[in-house]
């Protein structure tokens, strides 16, 4: 099974709106964090914004905030306010346990930004 | 501060030859990690190194190797290349990479690997 699922390869927004870019997961541990990294067409991935699983406020980073819900294993990223700048492929991640030392990514959603 | 700097940025190599990846962390940072992507597989593990020690592998074949020198720079290297090969690699390093959070943990801008 997929420990990281996203379900929409490409999403459009149009600047200074807010979009929502959908991440659920799948775990057995109790301890894990989830991660969203922006990756823009040079390839560095671009760390944005963490939440871990003891965590009981929604993480947020200036325009970027997770909307966690542990009951449902979902852990969304919206954006805020979109500039064009914006515009990358988005990965959602995910770390296990006090041992895990590696990522576990989806597929990642493309997002357009429009003028 | 310097971030992860990888070697070189783009190459090309032909089919059954080999080549060695460089990446030198942040100053200070002991963990190295290398995943591949790739358009169908996506972002996958490769391994992770800490203090000289590979503590974990991804599941890749054996013609994936690496390895970390006591300044904590990596390299990755892929032997009998196949056209299959051909994806971006990219390392990233930590000060301490077990564990949910990550502390640190950086991305390089990867390696560009083309298999012709």
């Known amino acids: 099974a997929q420990k990281i699922t996203q379900t929409q390869p490409g999403m459009f927004v149009q600047e200074k709106e807010a979009v929502t870019l959908d991440c659920t997961y799948d775990?057995?541990?109790?301890?894990?964090?989830l991660f969203w990294y922006k990756q823009p067409s040079s390839g560095e991935m671009i760390f944005l914004i963490y939440?871990?699983?003891?965590?009981?406020q929604n993480a947020t980073e200036g325009r970027y905030s997770l909307n966690f819900q542990k009951a449902r294993k979902s852990a969304n990223l919206v954006i805020s306010a979109s500039q064009l700048g914006d515009s990358a492929m988005y990965f959602c991640?995910?770390?296990?346990?006090?041992?895990?030392?590696?990522?576990?990514f989806g597929t990642g959603t493309s997002l357009t930004v429009i003028p | 501060k310097a971030g992860v700097t990888q070697t070189p940025r783009y190459l090309i190599k032909t089919r059954g030859q080999q080549v060695t990846l460089s990446c030198s962390p942040i100053?200070?940072?002991?963990?190295v990690s290398w995943y591949q992507q790739t358009p169908g597989q996506g972002l996958q593990f490769l391994f992770e190194?800490?203090?000289?020690?590979?503590?974990n592998k991804g599941n890749f074949p054996g013609r994936f190797s690496g390895r970390q020198f006591s300044n904590s720079r990596s390299e990755m290297n892929v032997s009998t290349l196949e056209l299959g090969d051909s994806a971006l690699y990219l390392c990233?390093?930590?000060?301490?990479?077990?564990?949910?959070?990550?502390?640190?943990?950086?991305f390089g801008s990867g390696t560009r690997l083309t298999v012709v």
């Open positions: 100053s200070g940072h002991r963990s």
């Open positions: 190194y800490f203090s000289e020690t590979q503590r």
């Open positions: 990233a390093s930590s000060l301490e990479s077990q564990g949910p959070k990550a502390y640190g943990y950086t």
């Open positions: 775990t057995s541990d109790q301890s894990y964090g």
């Open positions: 939440q871990g699983s003891y965590d009981e």
């Open positions: 991640a995910m770390r296990e346990g006090f041992t895990g030392n590696q990522f576990y």
